[in-house]
């Protein structure tokens, strides 16, 4: 994205002065000199509040670390949240419609949570979603509703994103119409992408970032913003988005990729019931198709996650979400030829390696003494005779071109204390007594 191409805010001259320095994008982020504070304005849609729930369990950064400006580099968040905010009422929407006059003094960025309704075509009243009333507007713009009258979400945010540094939706109703846009919908819900439409760009040029899920990790929601502002500051990288405004690096691999079940799908065994360790697949996973990242990153703090708590994927980052992968715990077509493929080879390939198995969990000095000292179990340290063939020539490869460190191994003489409590010929207890 080059300097040029960044759009100039048309009020950006009001909240820094005509003569400001030139930042990126005229709002703040100056070539000389960091932003030093940055309004968030959390506007809630059509939202069950999730992705909120989500970003306060953020570690990485947390929510507490970006409200405090502790993170070098960052500027201190001023968070204006409808359930987290102190203030209420009147005093809780001023900051919203100095933000759409231009005097709020400092760069903002929305966050939208929960899709947007259709409902900008009521032309009188009706509304689905909507916070402040007619009077809260700004008084040197026209209000868009009566006084007394419901200002509509619809209405802030499409006063709101073209002077906003950035634009984020969170949590998949924001990101791609998500529930409130499945079918049935009378809502004639949406997405912050189909609101703003194709050639929205936000004050410094950035068009909508999505931030999916249902709910979100709220690591993926700071993190996100946290590399913007890095960004935004001239401290760090521009961000890689992908074609649909997710963070790539976030965004880029499949949930199967690193699932902890991977390996059981890989050898071909699949859960039956709930409850069961194996893989999902047969019980509606979609992980092999969808995007997201919390088999490496867990739900919160590194922690939990679908797989690691029996849920199979559902696809719930996914802009096919949720029709397109309903009915859900039911299986995946396409599971039926890689699955069915699993199963005929897995079979083979998990007696092989079980073989392997057997062999690594034991002592070279075993092999020679045919005895496992171990009182846990009655183990038998000899291989039969199948495994005997197998290892022969898996060693024949494995050291090909090498030293055959086993045969070395079968080679040193046994140790003479071995066993030493039922030893009665030197025995070292005698010579303790
Ligand atoms: S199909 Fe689902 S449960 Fe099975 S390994 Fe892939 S992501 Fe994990
Ligand atoms: S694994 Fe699937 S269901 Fe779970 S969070 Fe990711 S996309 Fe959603």
Request: overall charge negative; charged content about 20%.
């Given at each position: 994205?080059?300097?040029?191409?960044?759009?100039?805010?048309?009020?950006?001259?009001?909240?820094?002065?005509?003569?400001?320095?030139?930042?990126?994008?005229?709002?703040?982020?100056?070539?000389?000199?960091?932003?030093?504070?940055?309004?968030?304005?959390?506007?809630?849609?059509?939202?069950?509040?999730?992705?909120?729930?989500?970003?306060t369990?953020?570690?990485?950064?947390?929510?507490?670390?970006?409200?405090?400006?502790?993170?070098?580099?960052?500027?201190?968040?001023?968070?204006?949240?409808?359930?987290l905010?102190?203030?209420?009422?009147?005093?809780?929407?001023?900051?919203?419609?100095?933000?759409?006059?231009?005097?709020?003094?400092?760069?903002?960025?929305?966050?939208?949570?929960?899709?947007?309704?259709?409902?900008?075509?009521?032309?009188?009243?009706?509304?689905?979603?909507?916070?402040?009333?007619?009077?809260?507007?700004?008084?040197?713009?026209?209000?868009?509703?009566?006084?007394?009258?419901?200002?509509?979400?619809?209405?802030?945010?499409?006063?709101?994103?073209?002077?906003?540094?950035?634009?984020?939706?969170?949590?998949?109703?924001?990101?791609w119409?998500?529930?409130?846009?499945?079918?049935?919908?009378?809502?004639?819900?949406?997405?912050?992408?189909?609101?703003?439409?194709?050639?929205?760009?936000?004050?410094?040029?950035?068009?909508?970032?999505?931030?999916?899920g249902?709910?979100?990790?709220?690591?993926?929601?700071?993190?996100?913003?946290?590399?913007?502002?890095?960004?935004?500051?001239?401290?760090?990288?521009?961000?890689?988005?992908?074609?649909?405004?997710?963070?790539?690096?976030?965004?880029?691999?499949?949930?199967?990729?690193?699932?902890?079940?991977?390996?059981?799908?890989?050898?071909?065994v699949?859960?039956?019931?709930?409850?069961?360790?194996?893989?999902?697949?047969?019980?509606?996973?979609w992980g092999?198709?969808?995007?997201?990242?919390?088999?490496?990153?867990?739900?919160?703090?590194?922690?939990?996650?679908?797989?690691?708590?029996?849920?199979?994927?559902?696809?719930?980052?996914?802009?096919?979400?949720?029709?397109?992968?309903?009915?859900?715990?039911?299986?995946?077509p396409?599971?039926?030829?890689?699955?069915?493929?699993?199963?005929?080879?897995?079979?083979?390939?998990?007696r092989?390696?079980?073989?392997?198995?057997?062999?690594?969990?034991?002592?070279?000095?075993?092999?020679?003494?045919?005895?496992?000292?171990?009182?846990?179990?009655?183990?038998?340290?000899?291989?039969?005779?199948?495994?005997?063939?197998?290892?022969?020539?898996?060693?024949?490869?494995?050291?090909?071109?090498?030293?055959?460190?086993?045969?070395?191994?079968?080679?040193?003489?046994?140790?003479?204390?071995?066993?030493?409590?039922?030893?009665?010929?030197?025995?070292?207890?005698?010579?303790?007594t």
């Amino acid at each position: 994205m080059s300097v040029g191409a960044i759009q100039k805010a048309p009020h950006a001259g009001k909240v820094f002065g005509e003569d400001a320095a030139m930042g990126v994008g005229g709002l703040g982020g100056t070539e000389t000199g960091p932003l030093s504070l940055l309004h968030v304005f959390w506007i809630a849609g059509m939202s069950c509040d999730g992705c909120s729930v989500a970003v306060t369990g953020a570690t990485s950064p947390s929510v507490e670390e970006l409200l405090m400006g502790s993170i070098p580099g960052l500027p201190r968040v001023v968070l204006h949240h409808p359930v987290l905010s102190v203030d209420a009422g009147h005093g809780f929407i001023r900051p919203f419609a100095k933000a759409v006059d231009g005097t709020l003094g400092a760069p903002y960025v929305i966050v939208l949570e929960g899709s947007i309704p259709d409902d900008q075509r009521f032309e009188r009243e009706g509304y689905f979603s909507g916070f402040g009333v007619g009077e809260d507007w700004p008084e040197s713009l026209t209000s868009p509703r009566a006084p007394g009258q419901p200002l509509r979400v619809t209405d802030w945010v499409k006063a709101m994103a073209p002077g906003a540094a950035a634009a984020i939706a969170i949590g998949t109703c924001a990101t791609w119409g998500g529930i409130p846009a499945a079918a049935g919908n009378v809502t004639g819900s949406m997405s912050l992408m189909d609101f703003l439409g194709k050639d929205y760009r936000s004050a410094l040029g950035v068009p909508v970032i999505n931030v999916p899920g249902c709910s979100p990790i709220g690591d993926n929601f700071t993190e996100t913003v946290a590399a913007v502002l890095l960004f935004l500051q001239g401290v760090g990288p521009l961000p890689e988005f992908d074609e649909l405004g997710r963070p790539a690096w976030l965004f880029g691999e499949t949930v199967h990729r690193h699932c902890v079940r991977a390996g059981y799908y890989e050898e071909g065994v699949f859960a039956d019931d709930y409850g069961d360790q194996e893989c999902l697949v047969d019980l509606g996973c979609w992980g092999p198709i969808v995007q997201c990242n919390i088999t490496e990153r867990g739900a919160i703090n590194h922690m939990g996650g679908c797989m690691v708590a029996g849920g199979p994927c559902i696809g719930c980052t996914m802009p096919g979400f949720p029709d397109k992968f309903s009915p859900f715990y039911k299986s995946p077509p396409g599971s039926l030829i890689s699955g069915g493929i699993a199963r005929t080879y897995g079979a083979g390939i998990r007696r092989l390696r079980r073989m392997s198995m057997r062999s690594a969990n034991r002592e070279s000095l075993w092999d020679r003494t045919g005895e496992v000292p171990s009182g846990w179990a009655l183990e038998h340290a000899k291989p039969t005779t199948a495994a005997r063939a197998v290892g022969f020539f898996y060693k024949r490869l494995q050291y090909s071109g090498s030293v055959d460190q086993a045969k070395r191994a079968g080679k040193l003489p046994v140790p003479e204390t071995m066993n030493v409590l039922q030893r009665t010929d030197r025995s070292t207890n005698e010579e303790q007594t």
